[in-house]
């Protein structure tokens, strides 16, 4: 029998970590440890952007005739990752409010000053089209570079009609000339921009009548996000925005609990949205409410860090109470400048108490779930997206150990070598 022909075969594995969780659902945190690892000396052959089959070199060699290989050398392959919750779309960068930061100013005190998401609203809206397409192709390719081959990506550095759906409009054509998934996401809501600081109403009218409806026409977003705060939405407003996301087709996803306790989990939970985010300032009880329901936690563990907060999002309690849960970064130029999913991974472990395959899982097949990708992102079987991730480290546990480096050898996107030795192949 002749070998049939494939794309790509990627030999020389230390080993493949799958994490598939299979037909039956979603693992819970208890089953994580059992996913299965596949030796070293394990192939994948890619065609047509899927994964055809994983297995023994020498079987795979004869099985398959490859247009190119890729040598893994030695090194551990995990699937793609899938980043849940990012802020892309933004240009420039807010260094100097850091230093601020570091110099004990508060989040009032830098907004004061002219900083916080006010400050990349006006970058925004003064940049071209051109000038905001290539940041975010920009952004898109450093997240690439530490490994992540899908996401999830808000708008909500516009906060004008126009300039919400301009950003999920360039979004949508970056990620396509890349060959990139990403999930847009209409984050309208995420503060009452200055113009309407004294008629929140006028701007939340706005969002309902015209940039939800326009968001979910076309497909332009397929969730819609509010930042459930004091200095931003309350509950009231923010359940008005999400229903009628809801009703407009759209899924839900909430910035919720992240500085107070407002009930942002709660009502997440009570509308089905598919996650609520942050957590750091979750009551016990409504953790257990969360962890109760299909709605998952979504853990970003880089933010208290970067913003010197002390707390936390009890994720362990979340865990071993049975919630679903992701990792990913909250890339964004204010509360979390790392693109990287390993050194969010890092955190979830050092901070949170995550495993590193609960982490592992959490930036792979279950924030894919969250997406609704589940079998397809953030899994590596036949017939899943050929998305893989060779890092350089010789077993799962260095990932996250290392920290402050880029642990991604080689990135496999759609089944094209999209990252070499580290540098981009595109
Ligand atoms: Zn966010």
């Not at 990506?153 to 949508?172: N, W």
């Not at 509950?235 to 107070?260: K, M, T």
Request: a negative charge; charged letters at 25%; glycine letters at 10%.
């Amino acid at each position: 029998m002749f070998p049939a022909p494939c794309d790509l075969l990627l030999t020389g594995a230390g080993a493949v970590l799958t994490q598939d969780p299979g037909p039956g659902g979603l693992p819970r945190a208890a089953e994580i440890p059992k996913l299965s690892e596949l030796p070293a000396g394990t192939a994948v052959a890619v065609a047509e952007g899927r994964i055809q089959a994983l297995g023994p070199e020498e079987e795979l060699a004869r099985r398959w005739a490859p247009r190119r290989r890729l040598d893994a050398r030695g090194g551990f392959v995990v699937p793609g990752f899938v980043d849940a919750h990012t802020h892309p779309v933004f240009c420039g960068d807010r260094s100097e409010e850091f230093e601020w930061r570091c110099q004990g100013l508060d989040y009032l005190e830098i907004a004061r000053r002219g900083g916080g998401i006010l400050a990349s609203v006006e970058r925004l809206r003064r940049a071209s089209d051109e000038e905001l397409h290539g940041e975010v192709r920009r952004h898109l390719l450093r997240m690439l570079r530490h490994g992540t081959t899908s996401c999830e990506a808000k708008s909500g550095y516009g906060l004008t009609v126009r300039d919400e759906l301009r950003s999920l409009r360039i979004l949508r054509a970056a990620a396509a000339e890349l060959g990139m998934e990403v999930s847009p996401t209409f984050l309208g809501a995420h503060l009452v921009p200055a113009e309407h600081r004294d008629h929140p109403d006028r701007y939340l009218d706005l969002l309902c009548e015209e940039g939800l409806p326009a968001a979910a026409e076309d497909g332009l977003a397929r969730s819609a996000d509010v930042f459930l705060e004091e200095h931003a939405f309350d509950l009231g407003r923010g359940r008005r925005y999400l229903e009628r996301a809801r009703e407009l087709g759209l899924r839900l996803r909430v910035h919720a609990e992240q500085f107070a306790p407002l009930g942002g989990a709660r009502l997440a939970v009570e509308l089905g949205a598919d996650c609520a985010d942050h957590l750091e300032a979750l009551s016990e009880e409504d953790a257990g409410l969360l962890a109760a329901s299909p709605t998952f936690a979504g853990l970003l563990p880089a933010v208290p860090h970067f913003l010197r907060q002390e707390a936390d999002a009890p994720a362990r309690l979340l865990l071993d109470a049975g919630a679903r849960w992701f990792v990913a970064t909250d890339f964004n130029p204010g509360s979390c400048y790392t693109p990287s999913l390993p050194e969010a991974i890092h955190f979830a472990r050092l901070r949170l108490g995550l495993s590193v395959r609960e982490a592992l899982a959490g930036a792979t097949c279950l924030a894919a779930a969250s997406l609704g990708w589940e079998g397809r992102k953030g899994v590596l079987r036949p017939g899943a997206d050929a998305d893989l991730v060779v890092l350089d480290l010789p077993r799962v546990e260095g990932l996250g150990y290392a920290f402050g480096e880029n642990p991604v050898r080689h990135v496999v996107l759609g089944g094209r070598v999209a990252v070499e030795d580290g540098c981009l192949a595109l």
